[in-house]
């Protein structure tokens, strides 16, 4: 099943937009992408998932090109509270036929924002 | 909105001991996990729950068991704890389905010494 690979790590000023793009070559057709963001000390939190194109909520925005070999997680206006771990996730294994799970995070990305 | 909730934020106990980590959600979620992560490792899945007393091994499940025998409860146990088991142990829950994001508890810091 798919793996994802993602930046070690970002450094972004305040206010910019960040943009944090993952791979994911092998990624199944009924696979959605989902991000999760974890501060120290944290359990990780989960931002947005998205299955094409462009997805937006609150938080961030999720960007799918059609062929869904990679998504990028944008970020606008990042603050000094945006200083996380970015995890990237699409399925990596299925048991017992109960359909696809997303249950490997990898290193992420640590994105730090200066002031 | 989803509460995991796990018993002890931290934890020290002794080479040999017999260890209990607790989970409770309140969603009726039926799908559980337990995670470990260390620094440079990442999150790595121990076992996971999708039904009352069912379980599946993760990764690293050598030097761990679970059990689950109701739905809001899901407990890791070490049967002689290590310190290599030193670690912060995280556990999450999601509804049963494919590509259900996954809802943590704010993990247990356990030193063994």
């Known amino acids: 099943l798919a793996k994802t690979t993602q930046p070690i790590s970002m450094d972004s000023y305040e206010g910019q937009e960040v943009n944090i793009t993952c791979s994911h070559n092998?990624?199944?057709?009924?696979?959605?992408i989902t991000w999760y963001q974890q501060f120290p000390s944290q359990g990780p939190r989960f931002i947005i998932q998205?299955?094409?194109t462009k997805v937006t909520n609150e938080v961030a925005s999720l960007f799918i090109p059609a062929d869904r070999k990679s998504s990028t997680l944008s970020l606008p206006r990042v603050s000094l509270s945006d200083t996380a771990v970015y995890y990237c996730?699409?399925?990596?294994?299925?048991?017992?036929?109960?359909?696809?799970?997303?249950?490997?995070f990898g290193k992420g990305t640590k994105l730090s924002v200066i002031p | 909105d989803v509460k995991v909730t796990q018993s002890s934020r931290y934890l020290v106990k002794r080479t040999g001991e017999k260890v209990f980590l607790e989970c409770v959600q309140d969603?009726?979620?039926?799908?559980m996990f337990w995670y470990r992560q260390d620094p440079g490792l990442g999150l790595r899945l121990i076992y996971f729950?999708?039904?009352?007393?069912?379980?599946e091994k993760g990764d690293i499940p050598e030097g761990y068991s679970v059990s689950r025998e109701k739905k809001e409860r899901f407990s890791l146990i070490l049967e002689s704890a290590s310190t290599n088991q030193t670690s912060m142990y995280l556990c999450?829950?999601?509804?049963?389905?494919?590509?259900?994001?996954?809802?943590f508890g704010d993990g247990t810091r356990l030193s063994i010494l």
């Open positions: 969603m009726d979620h039926e799908n």
């Open positions: 999450a829950s999601t509804p049963a389905g494919s590509n259900q994001p996954q809802h």
């Open positions: 092998n990624i199944a057709t009924n696979d959605y």
């Open positions: 996730l699409v399925g990596d294994r299925t048991y017992s036929g109960a359909g696809s799970y997303q249950l490997t």
């Open positions: 998205g299955y094409k």
């Open positions: 729950s999708y039904d009352v007393k069912m379980k």
